[in-house]
């Protein structure tokens, strides 16, 4: 499930591919729609059949400011178009989420998310993209200067589960 953090812009991209996996011919503009969901009061929609902009070929994407919404609650995002003459809908989900730093004593990790694909540690944009591991000295009050700073990179499956953390990207 792709992440992205409140206030983000999430860009959503869709290759839309014919049954023989060429890229398909689309009549009129793909749409995107976006629910939200709460416990409280279930599937509401936010986003509605908005038209979505072409990039290339088959490929469309549209741009959602998710500043105002909530964190920790899950999105649905259903894609419809017209190919080769056929109604088609797809389906996929997103969550936002809250990453502030976490601070242990003198030790603070930041996490990163990905705002551009990796296609090597297979991050797709929303992804957790790496960590940042800050140490400072026991004297200092900030962290402005920290005495060691070290990156581990996420990676990831095919089907976007982590499989591995490392220190080169």
Do not use: H
């Not at 502030?100 to 603070?108: E, T, V």
Request: proline fraction near 3%.
């Amino acid at each position: 499930m792709k992440e992205y953090t409140p206030g983000e812009v999430a860009v959503f991209v869709i290759n839309w591919l014919n049954a023989t996996g060429e890229q398909a011919t689309i009549t009129g503009t793909p749409t995107i729609t976006i629910d939200k969901y709460t416990p409280s009061s279930g599937w509401s929609n936010i986003v509605n059949e908005a038209s979505m902009t072409n990039k290339s070929g088959s490929t469309y994407y549209y741009e959602y400011d998710t500043t105002g919404q909530t964190e920790e609650f899950d999105y649905l995002i259903t894609y419809k178009a017209v190919i080769d003459g056929l109604n088609v809908e797809t389906t996929e989900e997103f969550r936002l989420v809250n990453l502030p730093a976490s601070n242990f004593g003198n030790q603070r990790i930041d996490f990163t998310i990905a705002t551009s694909a990796n296609s090597t540690r297979n991050v797709e944009v929303g992804m957790l993209d790496y960590q940042t591991i800050y140490l400072k000295d026991d004297s200092d009050t900030d962290w402005s200067s920290p005495i060691s700073t070290k990156i581990l990179y996420f990676w990831y499956d095919a089907s976007g589960n982590c499989i591995a953390v490392k220190e080169s990207d």
